[in-house]
């Protein structure tokens, strides 16, 4: 039983360029959540998805989007990238539906903005 | 903004002795989580306690929930090397979205 899968596991931007992550979700789970990871930071919460749709946010930008597939993946994309946002993007997985309490989470993409 | 403050930041000891952290939170929650993060990679889930609940174990684990004090302390009794780590508290608020502290970077001694 596969768990929660992220690609790529390492990515190196210069500053204003765009950069999509994925995530592959765990077997059964449907709702999806991104997080960022500063350098000595816990993870802050950016939105999740279920059933194709945003249903909460963060406090991040509109640069910040996402989306989910109807195999339940989900993509986040990052437009005009800035020094700042080089961070370890995690995803979390749970469900089935909104309720699943416990979120299992990816080994994260490691972001370097140039 | 974070929800949870664990203390300490950081926490030294030796093979066999056990690490207690704490984490402090802000709101009421539906349920408190504690996660494991070795080395920057992803992070491991340890064990849930929901709010009606005060204390929880599995394996070398203790969880206790006091939330009248919002406050949770996370026990590891005679700790291994494997268990150097960054640990995290996290709040769920019924929303579904996770609130997670600073952590507390523990080092376990041979």
């Known amino acids: 039983d596969a768990g929660v899968t992220q690609s790529p596991t390492h990515l190196i931007k210069t500053r204003g360029q765009q950069v999509t992550l994925r995530c592959s979700p765990k077997?059964?789970?449907?709702?999806v959540s991104w997080y960022q990871q500063a350098l000595g930071q816990g993870p802050q919460f950016i939105f999740q998805?279920?059933?194709?749709?945003?249903?909460q946010r963060g406090n991040f930008p509109d640069r910040f989007s996402g989306h989910q597939y109807p195999n339940y993946s989900s993509e986040l994309n990052v437009n005009a990238l800035l020094l700042g946002d080089s961070a370890l993007y995690l995803c979390a997985s749970s469900g089935p539906g909104l309720g699943g309490e416990t979120q299992y989470f990816g080994p994260g993409t490691r972001l370097l903005v140039l | 903004s974070q929800q949870g403050e664990e203390d300490p930041q950081a926490l030294s000891i030796q093979e066999g002795e056990n690490a207690t952290m704490n984490c402090s939170y802000k709101?009421?929650?539906?349920?408190l989580q504690w996660y494991r993060q070795n080395s920057g990679r992803g992070l491991v889930h340890l064990i849930l306690?929901?709010?009606?609940?005060r204390e929880k174990h599995s394996g070398r684990l203790r969880v206790t929930l006091d939330t009248s004090k919002k406050s949770s302390s996370l026990l590891i009794t005679a700790s291994r090397a494997a268990d150097t780590a960054s640990y995290f508290c996290?709040?769920?608020?019924?929303?579904?979205?996770?609130?997670f502290g600073a952590g507390t970077t523990v080092t376990v001694r041979a």
């Open positions: 998805y279920y059933e194709e749709e945003e249903r």
């Open positions: 709101t009421s929650i539906n349920n």
């Open positions: 077997s059964g789970h449907d709702t």
């Open positions: 996290a709040t769920d608020s019924n929303d579904y979205k996770l609130s």
């Open positions: 306690i929901r709010s009606n609940e």
